[in-house]
């Protein structure tokens, strides 16, 4: 078993629309998730980090965690055609990171 | 946060040569690492590059193939020797501050094998 599974996609949605991308995790010892968006041929960026349960919100960006349930969301609203990306999902339990394989989106105008 | 360049941004290399990949912060930063993402693929991991010390290198990977070197807190080489066509891939190098957990990456390296 994989420690993070991530839905690779692709997820093609219009715009305007709600977009809810998931992982989940095996490891309790993870403490602290993060987001990042990366552009084609471009580096990740860190999009949110949140280092406890419950919900986090940055402008048009919620993440959210369940420890209980293992599992991380993180949801763009009202969402844009420049939000057209690949998302990852990464954790640590304070030593090695862990990334999703990523999930494409793609925002049609 | 930090701004991390890398150079080069891209290379084209032939079979057998190698290449050095530098990895810069405005900032000096306690941990930095090197991934590499291979064409619709995650990170991988390849070595975290310790200040004044020899690097640490995950499974899989060896000094003598991803040599690095880090002789400052804001600096950092990897360089991929011997290369194949199997080494075409985009290198990361990504940072991390004192008692935080999360990394902040550079733009990477497209490298391209020939």
């Known amino acids: 078993q994989k420690e993070v599974e991530q839905d690779p996609g692709p997820l093609s949605v219009p715009e305007g629309a709600i977009v809810s991308l998931n992982c989940t995790y095996s490891n309790s010892a993870f403490q602290y998730f993060m987001w990042y968006r990366q552009y084609s041929r471009k580096g990740p960026e860190l999009l949110m980090y949140?280092?406890?349960?419950g919900n986090k919100e940055d402008g048009r960006f919620t993440a959210q965690v369940d420890k209980s349930s293992k599992y991380i969301s993180l949801f763009i609203r009202d969402s844009q055609p420049s939000d057209s990306a690949t998302y990852l999902c990464?954790?640590?339990?304070?030593?090695?990171?862990?990334f999703g394989t990523g999930t494409s989106l793609t925002v049609i105008p | 946060s930090a701004v991390i360049s890398q150079k080069p941004s891209r290379d084209i290399c032939q079979r057998g040569t190698s290449l050095t990949i530098q990895c810069q912060v405005d900032s000096q930063v306690t941990m930095m690492f090197w991934y590499r993402q291979q064409p619709g693929q995650s990170l991988t991991l390849i070595a975290t590059a310790n200040q004044g010390s020899e690097a640490t290198y995950e499974s899989g990977f060896v000094i003598d193939k991803f040599p690095i070197s880090r002789p400052n807190l804001t600096f950092s080489t990897l360089t991929v020797s011997n290369m194949s066509p199997e080494d075409s891939s985009i290198y990361l190098c990504?940072?991390?501050?004192?008692?935080?957990?999360?990394?902040?990456f550079g733009p990477g390296t497209r490298l391209t094998v020939t």
């Open positions: 949140t280092y406890s349960s």
């Open positions: 990464a954790m640590t339990g304070g030593n090695q990171f862990y």
């Open positions: 990504s940072v991390e501050f004192e008692g935080y957990y999360e990394q902040y």
